[in-house]
């Protein structure tokens, strides 16, 4: 394990003061072009350097016929060039000084025997020059915070603390948008491609110690280095959450892994048993690797398992309630004194069982306030678990009812929601408990894409909450128990 | 079982000429008279009468102090009354004549004893007159199809093919939106409630003679005709696909419908075994009641359980890959006919194991027409699941970075947008074979948008798209084993 990220061969790959690119050009359809375009377009501050045997300037930036002219030593070469001529240039950089290199080009292992050769003959030419490089056939990486996202898609969103060590590229430069709109975003994105220099665990090395990373994804086809995977992801469990997609588990998703990045993908039980040990929490989606992120990321250590379920919906209530049943979560029944309290804030067709459930609002402000605040002070819960409908399309509708103009209407809606959002999430800080909100509605829009830019989870589906919160507990109970027999080891 | 809507109890309530309605008022945050504007607002053409005591005109229609004063009998009564009244109410509508209501009105089993004993007075009462009526506690009906929609939310999106018999109201009402993102819309959705009278058999027999319903959801926290429950639905899913989201299974699940609706539950394992016999697809959530019921409303019989993925990324391929093997699918090989086809149209890069892995598009246009088109020819495989990442903001970029104008740029893709889902929807006239799209991007806009207005399913997730994919095929296996198995007895 190291200390620091300036200790780790990754650090000047995702922190680059200075990139030399190959196959950018001004012919914008080819990937080189479309890479330089999402990095000129984030707004990264170093220098860049396109390398093209023939154009003098790609995309507004002086270009250079080789690496040999370059003015300096670039901190990181990208490689976005047909298979025959990267060892070639790999080489050129080796002997110009550059020390770093992302390869995006594939047609290496993960193509048979030819290619398997061509990926050796590389890696012998990086070892030559002492230069560590992600990939080949990878996507990268990106990194946010810097500014710096070298991989096809534009980044969306602000750079935000899911540091994710990826087996696919996609779920790198493919999900900016995803997590933008789940309340999410990359600490630092890593796509290893064929791992032939720099693998899973050096980026968990990384991620450990990165300081914008409050949760570690990954997402896994196969692992080669074993015995040290196993060894750092249960050190970095100790003290940051590592969340993890398997996908190899299955014959399809094991011929699947085979095939795209040569991952050779062991049965699911040894995984499984893999993950356990290690203190690693399981998502069996990519939906859920990113829902568990959130809640691991933005949440509170929960006290214990007990959930209390906040409605104004029969239905929802007893859908949230099931799926925390089924997720190993536990629904208390109120005490008499937050009851009491209750009472004269709810309809008297109101139940004040767990789910507390409304049946209607006697009033907007007291759901988002006074009666979660009651909630969150109740003694024998640990966490609360709030049913969204946005109140923006109702409130609206009884303004306009009222006689009130449309575009007058839809102004003091939108005020009206933003004082509800406010009271709502202050709560956080006056409470240290999980809460988490669940909706059926869209996240683009109303209420909910508000909760979910100010970093309070939202999840789509009473079953994803109830899950998510699982894995909190989850993550904190293997961690304490872990730490427990290290104490007593040690 | 009927041969004919018009023979249910239920036909006139979900297909009024005309209404009473007591309980709407001027006062516009009344549930009465949000329930009214709800109605007027989605233009139903019955006669619509209003009783209010004082009022003379509500929301702008003729009111009438007393049902007795109506110039005829309506076909229904809606009443949003406090609990006390409802019976005098319901008395004074069988005077009237009138043999049909919807009681949205709370207050009786599931608040205790004392609404049992009034709920038993309200079914004599309605007994006495030979009326049937739906509640109480519910929400009643909504039928798009007759712009019918006496529930608060307003109904969105257009008429549709869901046919939903629930346990609770919101299920109904707050699910327009969710139903119109997703590519689906209710046929009818019937509030049970409390089940007084009418229950959800009878909802069963309906909806399986109802010419607009193409499958049947039900979201059920307890059933209490069990026998008849069996052999309506054992008779129904030869012919209709039914699917069902039970949450009394967990202890959490069973105590929360208790209170919401006074249902008893059973045990997992029992209503598990119920489900099997008749021949119902059981969901687990929400998501996957409605995600299963697209895939039994829209696709075509598929002939097995091989499957070819379509993609451009290898991560989600191979999570495609995985969750199709989790969920009981196969994907076999191309045959070399196939693939030989294919390799003029892909990348060298790309991979013809299946997952069919483009790596990048060699020719949007291919993508979406000739490419799915030879992969729903190979004669191996029964159906195809393609990972969509719209292209839109893809091709606007590049049009952007050839020079174009921003808004010239904006119509130009538009365009070819809409004719890579003109040609993609093509596909399905031409193979008789199940697709379904997956994606991580929004469902709100972009070509994603698009496909799922025009009736082709896309999962936000490759475990949602498998998922179905594995309930399309479970509710055929079932349907052949039981119609053999009656075959053969018969």
Known sequence: MIKSITESPLYRIINPRSIAIFGASNNFSRMGSIILSSVQALGYEGAIYPIHPTEKVVRGLKAYPTIADLPEIPDLAIIVLPTEIVCRTINECGRKGIRHA?????????????????????????????????????????????????????????????????????????????????????????????????????????????????????????????????????????????????????????????????????????YEGVFRQCGIIRARSITELFDFALALGRLPRPQGNRVIVQTHSGGPGATAADACGTAGLVLPPLSPETVDKLRPLIPHTASTANPVDMTFSKNQADDFYKIPDLLLQEKDADMLMVYFVSPGVFIERLLNDSGMAPELARQETQKIIDELTNAFLSLRSLHHKPIVGYTYQSIDEGIIKKLLERGFPVYEDAERAARSLAALIRYYTMRDRRSRATRGSG
Do not use: W
């Not at 047609?107 to 050796?120: H, I, S, V, W, Y």
């Not at 993890?244 to 039980?269: F, N, Q, W």
């Open 102 to 270: 992302v390869v995006v080009s594939g047609g290496f292992r993960e193509t048979g025997a030819e290619g398997a050769r061509l990926q050796k003959e590389l890696e012998a030419i990086a070892d030559n020059y002492g230069m560590r490089f992600l990939g080949p056939n990878c996507l990268g990486v990106a990194n946010p915070h810097l500014k710096f996202n070298p991989t096809p898609l534009r980044a969306e969103g602000p750079a935000g603390f899911v540091g994710l060590a990826s087996q696919s590229g996609s779920f790198v430069t493919q999900m900016f948008n995803y997590l933008h709109r789940h309340g999410l975003g990359f600490s630092t994105a890593l796509s290893v491609g064929n791992e032939a220099n720099i693998d899973l665990v050096d980026c968990l090395q990384y991620l450990a110690v990165c300081p914008n990373t409050k949760v570690i994804a990954i997402y896994v086809e196969g692992i080669s280095r074993g015995r040290q995977f196993v060894e750092t992801a249960k050190e970095i469990s100790l003290h940051k959450p590592i969340v993890a997609l398997y996908v190899g588990g299955s014959e399809m998703g094991k011929r699947a892994g085979l095939s795209h990045t040569g991952s050779i993908a062991g049965p699911d039980e040894l």
